[in-house]
């Protein structure tokens, strides 16, 4: 009976998954604003000494931990995209549709913009306050909401309801961040809206030591929840029959996919388009909505992209990048249509 | 057939709808008992409740009083995982589980047998390819569900419930979207099932005939939520069937099983003539609202006689006017204008 | 509105429009962000192009602002206006200004008899009550050296002031200084419908903490009736006259409030906003004259010290501006000259700048701070960018550029000690002045509310600015004193 389990050609996706990854990392090590030679850059892998001194600690410093939180951030994003989409029956769900993103934006802006209203504490620039101040601020409020939104599904069952929760959490949040925005100056508006780019290139070796551990978790606990995952397939009610506590799992799936969407956001700002378009290009690629398939599949796929993104936003020798979700979205968010228009089953899957 | 032995029973089961505001008791008072290997049709009309009770019995729902009990243990008492080892269903929902091969679906009823990570061992895969096999859908396995027919996804579903490895299946209108011939096949199949596999099944369906024709047991729903159990001949011959399904325009016909269109007669109509041809030229004037009669018994308002041999299929007398012709649906006809040209 | 580090003060200004609107939450939408990125691409991409136009000839202006006595005295029967064709080039605007021609007969327009005496100085405070068209009413003048982005001609009762690029973009605007007590020229051309300010005005508005240094300098402080906010200022004198209620604050939440400044009626409001908005219309409408401050496109430090000269001619105070901008323009060329001879190779090379959100925001490299360092005797990193605004690079370029400098100065304004440094960020610890102690801060002179004398007093004494970096890089040449603005971090 020709009843295999992964296929043949299937095993080649991820093949072609882990070897396009590698490559993308090497890529993303390799290339930046300066050009460094390649014998250089092997020379910093291996530990040898480079020509120049600052080569080395670019590759180890800058690169290298922008590599990781590239990787990191993009199969934190599609993971837990997956899992929304598939837990809300929902193509368009993305890890921030619970209202992570807005809860962060909020303490960010909380910080941002209102740190100069009592004083003008902010005029000088960025103070200590910088990177590590918009990291706690963004945590804080990624993780208010998600204890918001976990009480509140802790009552309610049903799915559309919580999404609509979410829906309009966003929106209250986004008024009043309009409010705190009406009443800042430039300046912090601009560090504001720096920050809604997002980016990758905020995370160092010191803030990795957060960053890493939580999105490991939260992939650990996508894993155990795969099956789960796969049984919710057929619906709420076959998963129940199927021996599915449903409100656990959903609890669980929830907090896993807040926690990764929320350390990301907290670290990167609120990366677009990764969380929804992750999944979708996994499923095309695979032709499967199995999770056992799937997440891996995104996991290293949600990396190949996000490294992709960045490696678009800093085209090699140029200063300047361009904002990372102008990239991800801009460059995504046609080959995404085109995926789907080319797979026989268009859109949706969970 | 029925060992006796229940492997799922009720115990005064009220089901119906918890709100905040309110209960709404649909059914009240259920004691019913499913043996192993026992064959059984919820019959009922829509809206009075089926697939509330089988949700209940399923613990999908929770009884509003009452027990259900599963191999003689409370379900309220049961880990989810040890209910769906005894239990399985096939629901109505239309799925849209994405890009799916039917053998994954099937696979999935592994569920509750595996561990946390989900791993199948061979065991599992040689129960799922058991399962798909039963149902005959070996060469469905590897499709995509949503490319099969309603006909093909159903049995799909029976097989993934099959795949449970249950020792009752429960299935919500199993037969709903499905045509005719696919009706009674998967009806043949379910059945088959049960005796195989000393599996209890019971379904739910508003199709009487297939539901009397197929039934060891059938469970009998009135619309006022009254249930009577019983073996489908001995509701026929208890008139319970006949009171619970009739109306205005429906008569229940015992013997042949089904329900006939009431309507005004039309006159008294004599056929002579035997075999198909003749039966169904009566089938034809009764459906014109003419009672038929067998032999000349007193006048009659339209005589045909109906001969197989040569010439006309059929000569018609009615109202001092006669007709022959090669259709019954001509003779039909005949009989309408013969009704109108002569009321009463 | 406050002032800003100038790093980021060409991309900030330009911005600003954009960054007012209201956004929802979800800062990412694709449209916005895209077209917030073309946004940001093109001002960027503008913002070198565009510096403001080369400083004026230094011709003395004086020389035109005499005109032939003859056509100063208003023939009475030409009631008809003159006609206009040759007056309707006002391209030069020292072309010939039209004579106060069709103004109906005030009192005083019969020829005035030459015995009034000439005034010796221009008066500085309430208005002149007999009037003569022949008295040149401001013997003392003032003319931009260094400044490029304003001109002042002088005529015998009014002034005619030109801020050529009054907001990033803008076009010219023109302003017509009236002296009090005598009669509003009648001008043709672009100066028709100019905006008339009575001067020497009595009340002012300023926008920018900036001005709040040339108001002391000129001894007119009493005359600030209203700030932009009352949260950034640091001079005593002023945050006094707040504490006493005295001043309005007019753009609490950077919007103008027209109400509050309608019902103060100051002389003149000095605008620093990003671009004109509905407010500057209504204050116009409302009478209140707004003059346009192109001070932060000027583009040497000496250039935006020296709108000291316009601020004067507001208040007809050009001979204290004269006096005071001297002295400061002597300091600063003093100390530049001390330091030119240094050949390149003894110059220490410094960075600026600081990192957020993945980019590495540096002075560019014909910023202010870029100019101060090179006069300091400093070799500045990215002193071959022509940008005036800032730079937006990445960290991986700035460590490549400036791993090895030896001074980091403008660093974080909340630091104080080194690890605050590493706090923030961890790849800073990797550029050489961590290692060696050498990161410096501007902001020694932060008060307690926590505004920044460098972005007030700063800007109008450069060569305060120029002396404090000269001691930083070239300890030896300067005699012992104390910094005013920097701060040097120190290892906790």
């Keep these: 009976m020709p009843l295999a389990r992964v296929r043949g050609w299937q095993w080649a996706v991820f093949g072609g998954l882990l070897a396009a990854l590698g490559v993308m990392f090497f890529l993303g090590i390799a290339l930046g604003s300066v050009v460094i030679p390649l014998d250089q850059v092997f020379a910093a892998l291996t530990g040898g000494q480079t020509d120049k001194a600052s080569w080395e600690v670019i590759i180890e410093s800058v690169r290298a931990p922008r590599s990781i939180t590239a990787v990191l951030a993009g199969a934190a994003l599609g993971l837990a995209g997956l ?58 409020g990624a993780a208010a909401t998600l204890a918001l939104v976990l009480l509140l599904s802790a009552r309610i069952r049903n799915y559309v309801t919580i999404l609509i929760i979410g829906l309009m959490f966003s929106y209250a949040v986004g008024s009043l961040v309009t409010v705190m925005i009406a009443a800042a100056d430039a300046r912090q508006i601009e560090l504001f809206v720096a920050w809604g780019f997002g980016s990758f290139r905020g995370v160092t070796w010191q803030e990795m030591r957060i960053f890493a551990p939580v999105v490991g978790a939260g992939i650990v606990l996508g894993a155990l929840l795969a099956k789960q995952l796969n049984a919710l397939l057929l619906g709420e009610a076959y998963a129940r029959s199927m021996g599915l506590n449903v409100k656990r799992m959903r ?11 929320g350390v990301v956001t907290a670290y990167c700002g609120p990366v677009a388009f990764l969380g929804v378009a992750t999944p979708h290009l996994a499923r095309a690629l695979l032709g499967s909505s199995d999770h056992r398939l799937l997440i891996p599949a995104v996991i290293l796929l949600g990396g190949v992209v996000a490294l992709f993104a960045e490696l678009v936003a800093q085209l090699p020798g140029q200063t300047a990048a361009l904002p990372l979700n102008a990239v991800t979205s801009l460059i995504g968010a046609p080959v995404v249509i085109a995926v789907l228009m080319r797979s026989r089953r268009g859109a949706f899957a969970s | ?278 039966a169904l030229g009566r089938a034809a004037l009764e459906r014109e609202g003419y009672e038929v009669a067998r032999a000349s018994e007193g006048p009659a308002d339209i005589s045909v006689t109906i001969s197989e041999t040569g010439g006309a299929l059929w000569e018609a007398e009615s109202g001092g006017l006669s007709r022959r012709g090669d259709s019954l649906a001509q003779l039909a006809a005949f009989a309408r204008a013969g009704s109108r040209r002569d009321p009463g | 509105m406050s002032e800003q580090p100038e790093a980021f003060a060409c991309a900030y200004k330009r911005k600003e429009n954009e960054m007012r609107r209201p956004r929802p939450a979800r800062a990412i939408t694709l449209t916005l962000t895209a077209l917030l990125t073309l946004a940001v691409v093109l001002l960027t991409a503008g913002c070198s192009g565009s510096a403001p136009p080369p400083p004026p000839t230094a011709t003395p202006a004086p020389s035109t602002a005499t005109p032939a006595p003859s056509t100063a005295t208003p023939a009475p029967s030409t009631a008809t206006p003159a006609p206009s064709t040759p007056t309707a080039t006002p391209a030069p605007p020292t072309a010939t200004p039209a004579p106060p021609t069709a103004r109906p007969a005030p009192p005083t327009a019969t020829p005035a008899p030459p015995a009034t005496p000439t005034p010796s100085a221009n008066l500085t405070g309430g208005c002149i009550d007999d009037f003569s068209p022949s008295v040149d009413y401001f013997p003392q003048k003032s003319s931009p050296e260094f400044a490029g982005n304003f001109t002042i001609e002088y005529h015998k009762s009014y002034k005619l002031l030109t801020v050529k690029e009054p907001f990033t973009g803008g076009s010219p605007r023109s302003y017509l200084l009236a002296q009090c007590g005598a009669p509003v020229p009648q001008l043709e051309g672009r100066w028709a419908n100019a905006p008339v300010i009575r001067i020497p005005v009595e009340t002012i508005f300023t926008g920018s903490t900036t001005h709040l240094p040339m108001l002391a300098a000129l001894g007119r402080v009493d005359s600030l ?54 407010a500057h219309d209504t204050l116009a409408n409302a009478g209140i004259g707004v003059v346009w401050n192109g001070e932060w496109l000027e583009e040497t430090p000496l250039g935006r010290a020296e709108w000291l000269k316009m601020v004067a001619a507001l208040f007809n105070e050009e001979a204290k501006a004269n006096e005071q901008f001297e002295n400061i323009a002597g300091s600063y060329n003093a100390l530049a000259q001390k330091t030119g001879g240094i050949p390149e190779a003894q110059r220490p090379t410094v960075m ?106 700063g800007v109008t004494r450069p060569d305060l600015v120029l002396a404090d970096l000269i001691s930083i890089f070239h300890p030896s040449l300067t005699e012992e004193r104390e910094l005013q603005f920097y701060k040097q971090l120190q290892a906790p």
């Design chain 3, 225 to 278: 009736t209203g700030v932009a906010q009352t949260g950034y200022v640091s001079s005593q004198p002023v945050l006094d006259r707040i504490a006493a209620g005295l001043v309005a604050e007019f753009a609490p939440t950077f919007e103008i409030d027209a109400e509050v400044v309608i019902e103060a009626s100051p002389g003149v409001l000095l605008a620093s906003d990003a671009g004109p908005s509905q």
């Design chain 1, 83 to 140: 899992q929304m989409q598939t837990l809300f029956r929902n193509p368009l769900a993305d890890p921030f549709i619970l209202g992570i993103t807005a809860g962060a934006g909020l303490g960010v802006a909380v910080v941002v913009l209102l740190a100069g209203a009592g004083g003008p504490t902010f005029t000088a620039g960025l103070g200590n306050l910088g990177n590590v101040g918009i990291v706690a601020a963004a945590f804080a």
């Design chain 1, 251 to 261: 609890l669980l799936t929830m907090l896993g996919a807040s926690a990764l969407g």
């Design chain 2, 1 to 278: 057939m029925t060992n006796g032995q229940p492997v799922l029973e009720s115990l005064d089961l009220s089901v119906g709808y918890r709100s905040r505001r309110r209960v709404r008791r649909v059914l009240e008072g259920l004691n019913l008992t499913v043996s192993r290997g026992e064959f059984i049709a919820l019959l009922g009309p829509n809206g009075v409740g089926k697939s509330t009770l089988l949700k209940t019995f399923s613990a999908i729902q929770r009884p509003l009083a009452g027990t259900v009990r599963l191999g003689g243990r409370p379900l309220s008492r049961l880990k989810p995982a040890e209910i769906a080892k005894g239990l399985s269903v096939v629901l109505t929902d239309r799925l849209d589980v994405g890009s799916l091969s039917a053998y994954k679906v099937v696979e999935l009823g592994r569920h509750p047998h595996t561990g946390w990570g989900g791993r199948l061992t061979a065991y599992d895969h040689r129960v799922t390819r058991w399962a798909i096999l039963s149902v005959g859908a070996v060469d469905l396995a590897h499709r995509d569900v949503n490319e099969l027919s309603d006909g093909e996804r159903q049995r799909v579903m029976v097989a993934r419930a099959l795949a449970q490895q249950p020792r009752v299946m429960l299935l919500d209108e199993p037969t709903a979207y499905l045509d005719v011939s696919s009706r009674v096949k998967l009806t043949g199949l379910l059945r088959r099932l049960a005796r195989r596999n000393n599996l209890a099944v019971v379904f739910s369906t508003h199709d009487l005939e297939i539901a009397l024709r197929t039934a060891d047991t059938v469970w009998l729903l009135a619309p006022g939520g009254e249930l009577h159990v019983g073996g489908p001949e001995d509701l026929v011959l208890g008139g319970q069937v006949a009171r619970a399904f009739q109306g205005d325009d429906l008569a229940f016909n015992p013997l042949e099983r089904c329900f006939r269109l009431q309507q005004e007669s039309a006159g008294r109509a004599l056929v002579r003539g035997n075999g198909l041809t003749a």
């Design chain 3, 352 to 457: 600026t700048g600081l990192e957020f959100g993945g980019v590495f925001y540096a002075s560019g490299g014909r910023s202010f701070a870029a100019q101060l360092i090179d006069h300091a005797g400093g070799s500045y990193v990215w002193a071959d960018d022509d940008g005036s605004g800032s730079i937006e690079t990445d960290i991986e370029t700035q460590l490549e550029r400036a791993g090895d400098a030896d001074f980091w100065i403008n660093a974080g304004a909340f630091w104080h000690t080194l690890s605050d440094v590493a706090g923030a960020d961890e790849r800073y610890t990797h550029f050489k002045p961590y290692k060696t102690g050498q990161i410096w801060t501007n902001n020694l002179a932060l008060n307690d509310a926590g505004a920044n004398d460098y972005y007030e007093r």
